[in-house]
């Protein structure tokens, strides 16, 4: 047995009963939506036409939002459902990134995930859907397609439907009969936003200024309730004769993480840096005099304070703190924000024991975990490219480079951190040149991986998009600004010099340093940013 969805969009009418009844049958709060009507018009008038796209969950064979739950909150049942237990949720909002198909909310009032769970309740007592019943063209249809004899399985198996975004390889399991392109796949008539919905007003952006690039036309609205509802503008010939546009639509295109998710890859990679820069340079100078002061107790002390914070900003980020715990209690094996904790636990105790050893003089035993010390280092500071990787409804996020990304940016965050460090404890000689060849070497490789991600060939439009937001929209200023020029090309400069002139070392160190990092800031807001931008219904 396998339930599904049949949509036939030739006899919607677009009149909202299916939201309605849902909204009904599920106490669904307002401004959330289970099931919801697109309205797309394409054509100038009166040679216009409009059609609609019936969206929700498509209880996917492979669902992503299953693999990456931690705590086994949405799972798969054997009638082919994706269901889910909200006394389990944490509030992570990491479904919501997995789901390619914009599915899931975040309940106002319990702080938990839900979706459309195909009247499960309902479906057990063999009636169906409360969408189904309320909709008057019939143009929802439900049952088990692997029953020969009831009527969807007869409409898949004779009449040519489609799926939602079948490039993912989710297997969804809702059918479109006669959808149109534009509504079918959101980013055909990306361009136009908006202003309405059926339950409530949106707010027609108030541009703080527009700007000219290249003949196209950016707009900005970080004065607005949900900035992320502004995506590129196409050009104002693009405008005039664009084919397809959204005159009507839920407000669903608002971005699930935010200054906590980015900060927190910024922290981490200081946190996992500091211990693998001086991992390296205590392979090459060993463990003494000053060098104990900085390595021996500095590198694990800065580490593991921002590992902490680390830690105390994902904690921080979920909808239900209170659950944090269920992590360890409840865990998912699949999920890479599970694993992520684990890795992070051990390398925050591999820290401790250096520290330790430190403190009491066991050098021989820090000897001992530079390589532990090293390869949980990598663990934690490239664990989130797999995290990252299983958000499939990001494109932009999917990026082979992403991994190598991340390491490099650890490498640059710990160099930057210790060369900090040693300047305040007025540490001189070979140490300081070590870390300034380090992160000058890690800026000029992370910056060209940034350059190639943005500029280079791009998988689908959906990364073009986010990777044009980035460079040329709203997020241009800060890319090309505190990221590009104050984080990048200045320090790369600054440190240059200080090779050159090791009597200006210390001081410009320093300063390139803290330059650095607010270079590395700067990008993880952009990178976490783009890659929520683009509209997934």
């Not at 196409?234 to 980015?262: F, I, L, M």
């Not at 922290?267 to 390296?280: D, E, N, P």
Request: aromatic share 10%; hydrophobic share 45%.
């Amino acid at each position: 047995m396998k339930y599904a969805f049949v949509i036939d969009q030739r006899k919607c009418i677009g009149c909202h009963a299916c939201t309605v009844a849902c909204k009904s049958e599920h106490d669904v709060p307002i401004g959330v939506y289970r099931t919801w009507v697109k309205y797309i018009e394409r054509g100038e008038f009166p040679n216009s036409r409009r059609y609609f796209l019936v969206n929700r969950c498509n209880h996917c064979d492979d669902a992503p939002c299953v693999a990456i739950c931690p705590t086994k909150a949405l799972y798969k049942r054997d009638d082919g459902i994706v269901d889910f237990d909200s006394s389990r949720c944490i509030g992570c909002k990491s479904c919501m990134q997995a789901c390619p198909y914009d599915a899931l909310y975040i309940d106002p009032y319990s702080h938990t995930a839900a979706k459309c769970n195909y009247c499960a309740h309902r479906t057990e007592l063999g009636l169906e859907p409360a969408c189904v019943v309320v909709c008057p063209e019939r143009a929802i249809i439900a049952g088990d397609m692997h029953n020969p004899s009831t009527e969807i399985a007869r409409i898949i198996a004779r009449e040519p439907v489609r799926v939602r975004k079948p490039e993912q390889g989710t297997g969804p399991n809702v059918y479109y009969l006669g959808a149109d392109e534009a509504a079918i796949n959101p980013e055909a008539a990306y361009e136009e936003l908006p202003h309405m919905s059926m339950w409530s007003t949106m707010l027609k952006p108030q541009y703080e200024d527009e700007h000219e690039l290249d003949g196209s036309r950016t707009l900005r609205s970080p004065r607005t309730l949900n900035p992320l509802k502004v995506y590129q503008a196409s050009t104002p010939v693009e405008r005039q004769s664009a084919e397809a546009h959204v005159v009507y639509d839920t407000p669903k295109n608002r971005a699930p993480w935010g200054w906590k998710v980015s900060t927190y890859l910024a922290t981490k990679s200081i946190g996992t840096g500091a211990m693998l820069v001086a991992a390296l340079a205590l392979a090459l100078y060993g463990l003494g005099g000053s060098l104990s002061t900085l390595l021996g107790i500095g590198a694990p002390v800065l580490g593991g304070a921002f590992i902490a914070i680390t830690l105390v900003l994902l904690v921080a980020d979920l909808k239900r703190p209170d659950r944090a715990l269920y992590l360890v209690t409840k865990p998912n094996p699949t999920s890479w924000l599970v694993w992520g904790g684990y890795i992070l636990a051990i390398f925050g105790l591999i820290e401790a024991v250096w520290f330790a050893a430190a403190v009491f003089g066991f050098p021989e035993l820090i000897r001992w975990l530079l390589i532990p010390a090293a390869l949980f280092g990598i663990a934690a500071a490239g664990y989130t490219a797999f995290l990252f990787g299983q958000a499939e409804g990001r494109d932009f996020w999917q990026s082979p480079l992403f991994l190598p990304i991340l390491i490099v940016q650890a490498v640059l965050a710990g160099a930057a951190a210790l060369g900090l460090l040693a300047w305040m404890l007025g540490v001189q000689g070979a140490l300081p040149t070590l870390f300034t060849a380090v992160l000058l070497g890690a800026i000029v490789v992370h910056t060209g991986l940034v350059l190639i991600e943005v500029f280079g060939a791009h998988s689908n439009k959906h990364v073009a998009i986010a990777a044009r937001y980035m460079r040329q929209g709203a997020l241009r200023e800060t890319f090309w600004g505190p990221f590009f020029a104050i984080g990048s090309l200045i320090p790369v400069v600054m440190l240059g010099i200080a090779l050159a002139i090791p009597s200006a070392q210390p001081g410009l160190l320093a300063i390139a340093a803290i330059l650095a990092l607010v270079g590395l800031f700067s990008y993880e807001h952009c990178f976490v940013t783009a890659g929520q931008i683009v509209p997934l219904s």
